[in-house]
């Protein structure tokens, strides 16, 4: 696992899968199937398609538990799945997942949040780390369903 972003109010980390980026998009989007997999992100309603609208509960079980709104704003399958949420101008982030393929060493997920408005500067600083351990265990979760055997 790599933490590669540091940069201010972005946070970033990334995973080597040993699956094709096939895979891992299907993953990825099949929002229904988180719960059987995933503790990070243990839910999301709506549909992995521009416009959607999405609901999703976060670290349930923690004491960081929460639900976060938003909207799906860009997809390109299989390479690119990016929602935002929050409120402008206060607090407001936008995540994206990007896949590529790396013939020798499998496919690179990155997930990655870039933060903005009023309050981001401080709640990032204040939360900087836990937000990193879920971005790592939901990629650790990740590549764990991805490579499993079928």
């Not at 101008?89 to 499998?106: K, L, M």
Request: one cysteine or more.
């Amino acid at each position: 696992m790599d933490i590669i972003a540091w940069d201010g109010l972005t946070i970033a980390v990334s995973v080597t899968v040993a699956a094709e980026p096939s895979t891992v998009w299907a993953v990825l989007t099949r929002f229904d199937a988180y719960p059987e997999w995933s503790r990070a992100i243990s839910r999301i309603e709506g549909k992995p398609v521009p416009g959607s609208r999405l609901h999703a509960w976060l670290a349930q079980g923690t004491p960081f538990a929460r639900e976060m709104g938003g909207q799906i704003v860009d997809v390109d399958q299989p390479l690119r799945l990016v929602w935002e949420g929050g409120v402008p101008g206060e607090f407001f982030g936008r995540h994206s997942f990007d896949i590529t393929s790396n013939q020798r060493a499998g496919t690179c997920v990155t997930s990655s949040e870039t933060f903005s408005g009023a309050l981001a500067p401080a709640v990032v600083e204040e939360h900087r780390s836990m937000i990193e351990a879920e971005f790592c265990q939901f990629l650790v979760e990740l590549k764990g369903r991805c490579e499993a055997p079928r």
